[in-house]
Antibody, heavy 121, light 108 residues
Framework: QAQLVQSGAEVKRPGASVKVSCKAS????????MHWVRQAPGQGLEWMGW????????RYSQKFQGRVTITRDTSASTAYMELISLRYADTAVYYC??????????????WGQGTLVTVSS | EIVLTQSPGTLSLSPGERATLSCRAS???????LAWYQQKPGQAPRLLIY???SRATGIPDAFAGSGSGTDFTLTISRLEPEDFAVYYC?????????FGQGTKVEIK
Protein backbone atom coordinates (compact mmCIF):
# COMPACT_ATOMS: atom_id res chain seq x y z
CA GLN A 1 0.00 0.00 0.00
CA ALA A 2 1.46 3.32 -1.06
CA GLN A 3 2.15 5.82 1.67
CA LEU A 4 3.34 9.41 1.49
CA VAL A 5 4.76 11.11 4.58
CA GLN A 6 5.46 14.83 4.46
CA SER A 7 7.72 17.02 6.54
CA GLY A 8 6.42 19.08 9.42
CA ALA A 9 4.81 22.48 9.66
CA GLU A 10 6.87 25.56 8.84
CA VAL A 11 6.67 29.24 9.75
CA LYS A 12 8.44 31.60 7.37
CA ARG A 13 8.92 35.34 6.98
CA PRO A 14 7.71 37.09 3.83
CA GLY A 15 10.38 36.86 1.16
CA ALA A 16 11.85 33.66 2.53
CA SER A 17 11.69 30.24 0.91
CA VAL A 18 10.38 26.89 2.09
CA LYS A 19 11.16 23.34 1.05
CA VAL A 20 8.66 20.59 1.81
CA SER A 21 9.55 16.92 1.51
CA CYS A 22 7.37 13.95 0.68
CA LYS A 23 8.77 10.49 1.42
CA ALA A 24 7.16 7.62 -0.46
CA SER A 25 6.96 3.99 0.53
CA UNK A 26 5.08 0.86 -0.45
CA UNK A 27 5.70 1.11 -4.19
CA UNK A 28 8.45 1.75 -6.73
CA UNK A 29 9.06 5.50 -6.41
CA UNK A 30 10.24 6.04 -9.96
CA UNK A 31 7.18 4.39 -11.52
CA UNK A 32 4.68 7.12 -10.70
CA UNK A 33 4.76 10.90 -11.06
CA MET A 34 4.33 13.08 -8.00
CA HIS A 35 2.15 16.17 -7.97
CA TRP A 36 1.86 19.05 -5.53
CA VAL A 37 -1.44 20.66 -4.57
CA ARG A 38 -2.03 23.41 -2.06
CA GLN A 39 -5.02 24.60 -0.06
CA ALA A 40 -5.22 28.01 1.58
CA PRO A 41 -7.18 28.18 4.85
CA GLY A 42 -10.87 27.66 4.19
CA GLN A 43 -10.28 27.58 0.44
CA GLY A 44 -10.24 25.03 -2.35
CA LEU A 45 -7.51 22.94 -3.92
CA GLU A 46 -4.92 24.40 -6.27
CA TRP A 47 -2.60 22.36 -8.48
CA MET A 48 1.02 23.56 -8.46
CA GLY A 49 2.97 21.17 -10.63
CA TRP A 50 4.41 17.71 -10.99
CA UNK A 51 7.60 15.76 -11.49
CA UNK A 52 8.30 12.67 -13.50
CA UNK A 53 10.10 10.78 -10.77
CA UNK A 54 11.80 8.57 -13.34
CA UNK A 55 13.63 11.18 -15.42
CA UNK A 56 13.14 14.32 -13.31
CA UNK A 57 11.12 16.26 -15.89
CA UNK A 58 8.86 18.85 -14.33
CA ARG A 59 5.85 20.90 -15.29
CA TYR A 60 4.47 23.81 -13.30
CA SER A 61 1.30 25.81 -13.16
CA GLN A 62 1.81 29.17 -14.85
CA LYS A 63 0.75 30.81 -11.60
CA PHE A 64 3.83 29.47 -9.79
CA GLN A 65 6.30 29.49 -12.67
CA GLY A 66 9.57 31.01 -11.53
CA ARG A 67 8.80 30.57 -7.83
CA VAL A 68 8.35 26.83 -7.47
CA THR A 69 10.82 24.03 -8.01
CA ILE A 70 9.95 20.37 -7.66
CA THR A 71 12.79 17.89 -7.35
CA ARG A 72 13.29 14.32 -6.30
CA ASP A 73 15.91 12.09 -4.71
CA THR A 74 15.38 8.61 -6.06
CA SER A 75 17.79 7.05 -3.57
CA ALA A 76 15.60 8.36 -0.75
CA SER A 77 12.25 7.86 -2.53
CA THR A 78 11.50 11.47 -1.69
CA ALA A 79 10.05 14.36 -3.64
CA TYR A 80 10.54 17.99 -2.72
CA MET A 81 8.67 21.20 -3.40
CA GLU A 82 10.48 24.48 -2.88
CA LEU A 83 8.65 27.78 -3.03
CA ILE A 84 10.62 31.02 -2.95
CA SER A 85 9.78 34.68 -2.38
CA LEU A 86 7.00 33.73 0.01
CA ARG A 87 4.02 36.02 0.42
CA TYR A 88 1.26 36.07 3.00
CA ALA A 89 -1.03 34.54 0.36
CA ASP A 90 1.23 31.46 0.28
CA THR A 91 -0.02 30.46 3.72
CA ALA A 92 -1.58 27.10 3.00
CA VAL A 93 -1.47 23.36 3.50
CA TYR A 94 0.74 21.82 0.85
CA TYR A 95 0.03 18.26 -0.25
CA CYS A 96 1.99 15.83 -2.33
CA UNK A 97 -0.17 13.42 -4.32
CA UNK A 98 0.94 10.37 -6.25
CA UNK A 99 -0.52 9.86 -9.66
CA UNK A 100 -3.04 7.06 -10.10
CA UNK A 101 -3.09 5.86 -13.69
CA UNK A 102 -6.54 5.50 -15.20
CA UNK A 103 -7.96 5.36 -18.72
CA UNK A 104 -8.29 9.11 -19.04
CA UNK A 105 -4.86 9.96 -17.67
CA UNK A 106 -3.97 10.18 -14.01
CA UNK A 107 -5.68 11.43 -10.89
CA UNK A 108 -4.70 11.17 -7.23
CA UNK A 109 -5.47 8.14 -5.10
CA UNK A 110 -2.62 8.63 -2.64
CA TRP A 111 -1.99 11.84 -0.74
CA GLY A 112 0.45 12.96 1.89
CA GLN A 113 -0.91 14.19 5.19
CA GLY A 114 -0.25 17.80 4.25
CA THR A 115 2.27 20.35 5.50
CA LEU A 116 1.08 23.67 6.86
CA VAL A 117 3.26 26.55 5.74
CA THR A 118 2.52 29.80 7.52
CA VAL A 119 3.95 33.06 6.20
CA SER A 120 4.06 35.60 8.98
CA SER A 121 6.17 38.55 9.99
CA GLU B 1 -7.22 26.81 -18.58
CA ILE B 2 -10.42 24.88 -17.93
CA VAL B 3 -12.51 26.49 -15.21
CA LEU B 4 -14.70 24.13 -13.22
CA THR B 5 -17.76 25.59 -11.55
CA GLN B 6 -19.46 23.53 -8.87
CA SER B 7 -23.01 24.02 -7.68
CA PRO B 8 -24.52 24.47 -5.29
CA GLY B 9 -21.94 25.95 -2.95
CA THR B 10 -23.64 24.34 0.02
CA LEU B 11 -26.18 21.53 0.13
CA SER B 12 -28.17 21.10 3.36
CA LEU B 13 -29.66 17.63 3.61
CA SER B 14 -30.65 15.04 6.18
CA PRO B 15 -29.14 11.58 6.54
CA GLY B 16 -30.88 9.16 4.21
CA GLU B 17 -31.56 11.82 1.57
CA ARG B 18 -30.14 11.90 -1.93
CA ALA B 19 -27.44 14.42 -2.84
CA THR B 20 -26.84 15.69 -6.36
CA LEU B 21 -23.71 17.77 -6.98
CA SER B 22 -22.91 19.48 -10.24
CA CYS B 23 -19.60 20.34 -11.91
CA ARG B 24 -19.63 22.39 -15.10
CA ALA B 25 -16.52 22.93 -17.21
CA SER B 26 -15.75 26.05 -19.25
CA UNK B 27 -14.75 23.80 -22.16
CA UNK B 28 -15.05 20.14 -22.94
CA UNK B 29 -13.03 17.88 -20.64
CA UNK B 30 -10.72 15.71 -22.70
CA UNK B 31 -11.60 12.00 -22.56
CA UNK B 32 -14.02 12.72 -19.71
CA UNK B 33 -10.93 12.93 -17.49
CA LEU B 34 -12.82 14.11 -14.45
CA ALA B 35 -12.49 13.01 -10.85
CA TRP B 36 -14.43 13.64 -7.67
CA TYR B 37 -12.82 13.88 -4.24
CA GLN B 38 -14.24 14.02 -0.74
CA GLN B 39 -12.50 16.06 1.93
CA LYS B 40 -13.23 16.16 5.64
CA PRO B 41 -11.79 18.80 8.01
CA GLY B 42 -8.12 18.30 8.72
CA GLN B 43 -7.78 15.48 6.21
CA ALA B 44 -6.35 15.09 2.75
CA PRO B 45 -8.81 14.64 -0.10
CA ARG B 46 -10.00 11.12 -0.87
CA LEU B 47 -10.56 9.92 -4.42
CA LEU B 48 -14.15 8.81 -5.03
CA ILE B 49 -14.68 8.78 -8.79
CA TYR B 50 -12.34 8.90 -11.80
CA UNK B 51 -12.90 9.01 -15.53
CA UNK B 52 -16.24 10.67 -14.73
CA UNK B 53 -18.03 7.50 -13.67
CA SER B 54 -15.63 4.85 -12.33
CA ARG B 55 -15.60 4.31 -8.58
CA ALA B 56 -12.24 4.19 -6.89
CA THR B 57 -11.23 1.16 -4.85
CA GLY B 58 -13.27 0.76 -1.69
CA ILE B 59 -15.83 3.43 -2.53
CA PRO B 60 -19.41 2.31 -1.79
CA ASP B 61 -21.85 2.08 -4.66
CA ALA B 62 -23.93 4.81 -3.04
CA PHE B 63 -21.55 7.15 -4.87
CA ALA B 64 -22.09 7.48 -8.60
CA GLY B 65 -20.53 9.77 -11.16
CA SER B 66 -22.04 10.65 -14.49
CA GLY B 67 -21.77 13.13 -17.31
CA SER B 68 -19.55 13.97 -20.23
CA GLY B 69 -18.19 16.91 -22.15
CA THR B 70 -18.81 19.94 -19.94
CA ASP B 71 -21.45 18.72 -17.49
CA PHE B 72 -20.76 16.24 -14.74
CA THR B 73 -22.68 15.06 -11.71
CA LEU B 74 -21.86 13.26 -8.48
CA THR B 75 -24.83 11.56 -6.87
CA ILE B 76 -24.88 10.14 -3.36
CA SER B 77 -27.95 7.96 -3.31
CA ARG B 78 -28.51 7.88 0.43
CA LEU B 79 -26.47 10.07 2.74
CA GLU B 80 -24.74 8.41 5.65
CA PRO B 81 -23.47 10.48 8.60
CA GLU B 82 -19.89 10.08 7.38
CA ASP B 83 -20.75 11.52 3.95
CA PHE B 84 -21.14 15.08 5.22
CA ALA B 85 -18.02 16.75 3.86
CA VAL B 86 -16.74 18.97 1.05
CA TYR B 87 -16.63 17.53 -2.46
CA TYR B 88 -14.35 18.71 -5.25
CA CYS B 89 -14.30 17.90 -8.93
CA UNK B 90 -11.02 17.96 -10.84
CA UNK B 91 -10.14 17.67 -14.51
CA UNK B 92 -6.90 15.96 -15.46
CA UNK B 93 -7.27 15.88 -19.22
CA UNK B 94 -5.63 19.24 -19.85
CA UNK B 95 -2.82 21.21 -18.30
CA UNK B 96 -3.02 22.95 -15.95
CA UNK B 97 -5.07 20.50 -13.94
CA UNK B 98 -7.86 22.38 -12.27
CA PHE B 99 -10.28 21.86 -9.40
CA GLY B 100 -13.75 23.17 -8.79
CA GLN B 101 -14.27 25.43 -5.79
CA GLY B 102 -16.07 22.69 -3.87
CA THR B 103 -19.57 21.84 -2.64
CA LYS B 104 -20.14 21.48 1.07
CA VAL B 105 -22.71 18.86 2.02
CA GLU B 106 -23.94 19.73 5.50
CA ILE B 107 -26.43 18.23 7.88
CA LYS B 108 -29.78 19.95 7.77
Amino acid sequence: QAQLVQSGAEVKRPGASVKVSCKASGYTFTSFAMHWVRQAPGQGLEWMGWINTGNGDTRYSQKFQGRVTITRDTSASTAYMELISLRYADTAVYYCAREHLVSGGSCYAYWGQGTLVTVSS
Amino acid sequence: EIVLTQSPGTLSLSPGERATLSCRASQSVTSNSLAWYQQKPGQAPRLLIYDASSRATGIPDAFAGSGSGTDFTLTISRLEPEDFAVYYCQQYGSSPRTFGQGTKVEIK
